[in-house]
């Protein structure tokens, strides 16, 4: 599958420059509210500026030397603008995402259909398809842009939907069934086909992710909103650690200047997560975006790391969507190579998949074979059988098994018992056997086997460390399904699936605690996706189905739930990390600080001052800079998502511990001591 | 490894070999299962027929809050009354005078909420009355409301989904019955047995080899000294509380009032494990008590033993370790074990003067009672360490990917709220409080109230600051020893220390039952691989760096300031 994945470098100098002017936009009070950490942020640096002004108006110098003043200023001020940049660089990059999905659908021209009286008459009008609303329709013909979501009404096309999927092969739209849905952007190849708008402008699913990977719309999901919490009562601690310093250092005798409160306690508060913390979420949906899944909301990208148990359909996920022939099983006294002449034969013109994996298996190449005069039969569900008539009399059939067995027994012949056997085996090692008979009498039985995809089980291998169960629904008997289940790594399958089944199993699942997660397709998979957590429903499904799940995925690619759950996971997981690291940072800050608030008045802590910073100026100066750069130092970290491993909880824990916990606690110690000497050359 | 410090950890030994029975004792009381103590029954039920209390009743988290916050009402005021009247009821042999109000409340609330700090000297503060119907029985019912709050937290933590947290009187009841009362009378007859009065008369006159006459103070004190310090209460019988000769007159009454204050506490970490039969979890949680525990004492032990740099610097020599304000029957070694039991536990009793700790022990209790919940006070030490687990939960669940959960429920914004509340709430009490009484001694020496600021202070300086920072550090963890350096027995001290005191009990208390109700009522997520364990020790480890940087960061220029600036001077 060739994936036009766009891929916008992190810094693109388009979006510096947009991201740049938006963080001073988002300087507003009434913005910058909504980010209680940052807001403590943005009123220090107003106190600065007005100590400042003060101190240039009256000249007095109890506060501080003014450039140092400034300097301090000038450091919280770019802190602050820093968070902002975070959040607007995530925008940005969502926003041009989105943008690139939008061009497609920039004004096309639309054949809007004109009603005439009650009756809806072909009265064709070429309109802009912004002026198309909902229950409108319009009719594409072989080479036209579809201007707008909709169903089909009436009539087939193949349609070109790599605009939208990347996905170069075309596929078949038609009215009525599952697959009746078209999207606006795409493209009609062949065939003209009448379609009902089934969105309002600027209500499809695109516009609302585009809404919200903008920010625009965009609601704190469940877990940020605890976090906020979290951190709005860390940031209290450190107001209370601050105010009540004043009074401490009075009974010490030590004076401190503002500069020194509000620098502690800008260095104190968790700034870096604080600043991070949105843009985490922006880039969340922005990576659901780039994977082509459309998610409706922020909660469920979310929701999705949560999964449990994975409902997955066999066919196209964990099968390749074709059964291929993988051995032929000649009857007593036939020989072999007459047995599979007999099979290419029959197969020639059968253009199914499974037709052709028969001649590829048979490796005898078609050329030998002449069919002028041949009369093939093609299959019918009814007679549940093909095959050809050859001029020379022979009748060669194909089939099911009991379809091919009624052949025989009705002209007369028995069916042999090894035969039957063979059937038998092929089925219980999830095989579907074909029976190929000629003139009425068994030849013998071809064993299609399905296809496990490369690489999926190691995928479920992946998932079940995450702690998630997979299902597979299929409509195969149990014990077919058994074997596929067994095979392929499945913990558990739902068999002889009907759509009612699916929705059960959901409920029993929910009803034990657990968050289940499914993909479909169909009109009947609507109930069930709407059940589910998260439901994802594929592109080419019908419009009941998009609607009842919260994701809709552009590629319909079966697989796209895995890659839907990892990106939930590592949602959360690049919000703890970050959280841990920031808190973690204080120590050192800490100890920079503290030291150097009481020099004057305590020359004994200045044992305090393990990394030995030069003087109490450059010791703030280095906390604070340390504190402004490190969140454009993690911008990159919090946009592209922690990694995630699939580890166990406790390994993964650790893991992360390790390295944002230990590693929060370590590297502020050594950039201060940089920035600190870096500082000495200049101090 | 001199005998001292063998002796310490003998102990402790010890300790933990009680504690183990003692805490599976424990969860079969609670949960009403057959015990040893089962010929109490016609007892107890008695006593739920004679208050109108069906114990079977189930209450559910709000019930269960309202139970326990209007039964302390009531004691409260009673408590009171009784103080202020004392000199007009019975059993007064020494003729001691009523309290003033501002110290009633003090002492009032003070014994209510199990920190028994105590403003006056039992010896002319109380009367026999007061100290029996008062302070001893409140120092019974403070310690089985923890306990039995705590038991609400068990069953929320046991079920998978309920609203029924049990019934608080049935607790409350069996608390007194089956655990303190027994417990109580065996240590009370060892104490006797060595030493310890246990007599109605007044003051006994002694007539010294030099031919002085000394006033002894005695009294029923035996049984009070006993759930003093099962119920990690901590209030003496006499002013100077453990160190003095008749409330603990040997080494072995030493060491069995150690026990006995970190019995309970202890003991109860086990019985999480065997009520919600959940042994790993208590496991965990023991280790990581322990860990600081272990390091505290080992910090002190040193510290104690190797005797003041101040001393030393005069060249004399201290074989001994530091003996200012330690009792020389004991030694440095058992003093500092004391200290960090009696601060973990939210006890409060000494055996030593905390004021004469060395600058680093003296860091270390209050450090110990910043953080309040290494086995903590009987009940709430646990109900402390929740609100721990619950932010461990919430930031460890976000780093490994899921919405983070405990036992099965969903930890979501309303429980974090709860949980960071009062993790706000105790750094304000302590550091809001110290820096009022800083301010005051800065700025306002000469203000005209009963007790000049200007003089609050006995040692000026770091030592000083110490002093305040002590005081509501250890008001605020209920725990009720005190730098007794501090002029504390005056209107500002009696007033803002009862205020810290009442909200730093019931907010505590009331916050987890919250938290837990919440959480029990959430629909119950069966364990997967994904789940993180919260009884792994790598989530207990987690717990630990939360308590270790929470605590830090929110003390850390406070502690710097105090023992920290007084060490780095010696």
Redesign the interface.
């Given at each position: 599958m060739s994936k036009q994945k766009s891929s916008i470098k992190l810094f693109a100098p388009g979006l510096v420059g947009a991201a740049a002017r938006q963080s001073f936009v988002k300087l507003h009070p009434k913005l910058m509210v909504k980010n209680p950490v940052m807001f403590t942020v943005e009123i220090g640096t107003a106190v600065m500026l007005a100590v400042c002004i003060w101190q240039v108006v009256t000249g007095n110098k109890s506060e501080g030397a003014l450039w140092y003043n400034i300097t301090i200023f000038a450091i919280l001020l770019l802190t602050v603008l820093f968070a902002n940049f975070a959040e607007a660089i995530a925008e940005a990059r969502g926003k041009a995402q989105a943008e690139s999905l939008r061009k497609t659908r920039e004004d096309t021209p639309a054949k809007k259909v004109f009603t005439v009286g009650d009756m809806y008459v072909n009265e064709v009008k070429v309109v802009s398809s912004s002026q198309l609303r909902k229950g409108d329709l319009f009719i594409c013909e072989a080479g036209d842009i579809i201007p707008m979501d909709g169903e089909i009404v009436e009539g087939i096309a193949t349609i070109d939907e790599s605009a939208i999927t990347g996905e170069s092969a075309p596929v078949i739209r038609e009215a009525g069934g599952d697959k009746s849905s078209v999207t606006g952007g795409t493209k009609v190849l062949s065939d003209s086909i009448k379609v009902k708008v089934t969105t309002e402008p600027g209500e499809s699913f695109l516009d609302k992710m585009i809404a919200l990977v903008e920010g625009a719309s965009r609601q704190k999901t469940p877990n940020e909103i605890a976090l906020t919490i979290l951190l709005a009562a860390f940031t209290l601690i450190f107001v209370i650690v601050c105010v009540t310093l004043k009074p401490f250092a009075d009974y010490a005798n030590t004076p401190i200047t503002i500069a020194a409160f509000i620098s502690l306690f800008v260095c104190l508060i968790p700034t870096t997560i604080g600043g991070l913390l949105s843009a985490i979420g922006i880039a969340g949906m922005d990576r659901a975006l780039r994977a082509n899944v459309i998610a409706k909301s922020g909660k469920a990208v979310e929701t999705a790391g949560d999964v449990d148990v994975l409902l997955l359909d066999k066919t196209g996920t964990i099968t390749i969507g074709n059964r291929k022939a993988t051995g032929f099983h000649p009857a007593n006294g036939v020989e072999r190579n007459e047995f599979i002449e007999a099979c290419v034969l029959s197969s020639l013109a059968d253009q199914t998949p499974e037709g052709k994996s028969i001649i590829e298996l048979a490796g005898m190449g078609t050329k030998a074979f002449h069919t002028d005069g041949a009369v093939f039969i093609e299959f019918t569900a009814e007679t549940r059988c093909s095959g050809v008539d050859l001029p020379d009399g022979r009748r060669i059939r194909k089939g099911a098994y009991d379809a091919v067995k009624n052949i025989t027994v009705n002209a007369g012949h028995t069916f042999p018992e090894e035969t039957t056997q063979q059937v038998k085996i092929i089925s219980s090692n999830g095989g579907t056997p074909l029976v190929v008979s000629r003139n009425e009498k068994i030849l013998g039985v071809i064993e299609l086997q399905d296809i496990i995809k490369p690489g999926i089980r190691e995928r479920f291998e992946r998932l079940r460390k995450m702690g998630v169960k997979t299902v597979m629904v299929t409509g195969d008997n149990p014990l077919t399904a058994k074997y596929i289940a067994e095979k392929a790594g499945v913990d558990d399958f739902i068999a002889e699936a009907k759509p009612e089944d699916k929705m059960n199993y959901i409920r029993k699942e929910q009803q034990g605690g657990k968050l289940v997660a499914m993909m479909g397709d169909g009109t009947n998979d609507a109930p069930a996706l709407a059940q589910a957590d998260v439901g994802v429903s594929m592109n080419s499904g019908t419009q009941a189905a998009k609607e009842a799940g919260n994701m809709v995925d552009l590629d319909n690619d079966p697989t796209k739930l895995i890659e839907v759950v990892e990106i939930g996971k590592q949602l959360l997981i690049t919000r703890g990390t970050l959280t841990t690291f920031s808190i973690a940072n204080d120590v050192a800050k800490y100890f920079a600080i503290v030291p150097a608030l009481f020099i004057a008045s305590i020359p004994a802590l200045q044992s305090l001052n393990i990394m030995g910073l030069k003087s109490p100026e450059s010791a703030i100066l280095s906390a604070i800079i340390f504190n402004a750069l490190i969140i454009p130092a993690l911008i990159p970290l919090a946009l592209k998502g922690v990694q995630y491993k699939p580890l166990g909880a406790s390994a993964l824990l650790r893991r992360n511990l390790l390295i944002y916990g230990l590693g929060g606690l370590v590297v502020p110690f050594i950039g201060i001591k940089l920035i600190d000497m870096l500082l000495g050359l200049f101090m | 490894m001199n005998s001292e410090i063998t002796g310490t950890i003998l102990l402790f030994a010890l300790t933990l070999l009680l504690a183990w029975p003692l805490g599976k004792y424990i969860a079969n009381v609670y949960a009403g299962k057959k015990t040893i103590t089962g010929f109490l029954n016609p007892v107890e039920r008695f006593l739920f027929r004679l208050c109108g209390i069906n114990p079977a009743e189930q209450m559910n988290w709000k019930q269960f809050l309202k139970a326990m916050l209007t039964i302390n009402m009531l004691w409260v005021v009673y408590a009171m009354l009784l103080l202020i009247f004392q000199d007009k009821l019975p059993l007064n042999p020494d003729g001691n005078t009523g309290q003033a109000p501002d110290l009633a409340f003090n002492t009032a609330i003070s014994f209510l909420v199990n920190c028994n700090l105590q403003h006056y000297s039992g010896e002319s503060g109380l009367t026999y009355f007061t100290q029996l119907f008062v302070v001893t029985f409140l120092q019974f019912v403070s310690a089985a409301t923890g306990m039995a709050m705590l038991v609400a937290l068990f069953n929320g933590i046991k079920e998978k989904t309920t609203e029924h947290l049990g019934n608080f009187w049935n607790y409350f009841i069996k608390s007194i019955t089956r655990i303190l009362l027994p417990l109580s009378i065996i240590v009370a007859v060892l104490l006797v047995f060595n030493g310890t009065p246990a007599s109605f008369d007044g003051k006994d006159t002694i007539t010294t080899l030099q031919g002085d006459t000394v006033q002894v103070s005695r009294g029923p004190a035996a049984g009070m000294i006993a759930i003093k310090q099962l119920g990690t209460n901590g209030g003496g019988w006499f002013g100077v509380n453990s160190a003095h000769p008749l409330e603990n007159p040997n080494y072995i009454t030493n060491a069995i009032q150690t026990i006995s204050i970190l019995l309970i506490p202890i003991a109860l970490v086990f019985s999480l494990g065997f009520y919600i039969n959940r042994r790993k979890l208590s496991k965990v949680i023991f280790a990581v008590m322990t860990f600081l525990f272990v390091i505290f004492c080992a910090i002190n032990i040193y510290f104690e033993t190797k005797g003041n740099p101040a001393i030393d610097k005069l060249g004399i020599a201290q074989t001994t370790g530091s003996m200012e304000g330690k009792e020389v029957r004991f030694g440095a070694a058992a003093t500092a074990l004391w200290s960090v039991a009696t601060t973990s536990t939210s006890n409060g009793s000494v055996n030593g003067m905390h004021d004469s700790l060395t600058p680093v022990s003296g860091g270390v209790v209050i450090l110990d009672m910043m953080i309040n919940a290494l086995y903590g006070g009987v009940g709430v030490g646990l109900l402390n360490y929740f609100i721990f687990i619950i932010?461990a939960v919430?930031?460890?669940?976000?780093?490994?990917?899921?919405?983070?959960e405990f036992i099965?429920h969903k930890?979501?914004?309303r429980e974090?709220?709860i949980a960071?509340?009062v993790?706000?709430l105790s750094?304000?009490l302590i550091?809001?409080f110290?820096?009022?009484a800083?301010?005051l001694?800065?700025?306002h020496p000469e203000m005209n109230l009963a007790v000049k600021p200007g003089t609050w202070l006995n040692n000026p300086s770091?030592h000083g600051?110490s002093e305040m920072l002590y005081e509501y550090t250890s008001a605020n963890a209920n725990n009720g020893s005190g730098f007794e350096g501090l002029g504390d027995n005056n209107i500002f001290w009696n007033v803002t220390t009862g205020i810290v005191l009442l909200i730093g009990r019931f907010l505590p208390i009331i916050a987890p039952i919250a938290i837990i109700g919440l959480l029990a009522k959430k629909?119950?997520?069966?364990e997967?691989?994904?789940?993180?364990?919260t009884d792994?020790y790598?989530?207990g480890?987690?717990t630990l760096?939360v308590i270790i940087?929470v605590t830090?960061?929110?003390y850390?220029?406070?502690l710097?300031?105090g023992p920290?600036?007084e060490y780095?001077?010696m």
């Open positions: - | 932010i919430f930031i460890s669940g976000l780093m490994v990917g899921r919405t983070p099965g930890v979501e914004a974090v709220k960071a509340l993790t706000l750094a304000f550091k809001g110290t820096a009022l800083a301010y001694v800065a700025h770091y600051f629909k119950y997520i069966p997967s691989p994904g789940t993180l364990r792994s790598t989530f480890a987690m760096a940087i830090a960061l929110s850390l220029p406070a710097a300031l920290l600036a780095f001077s």
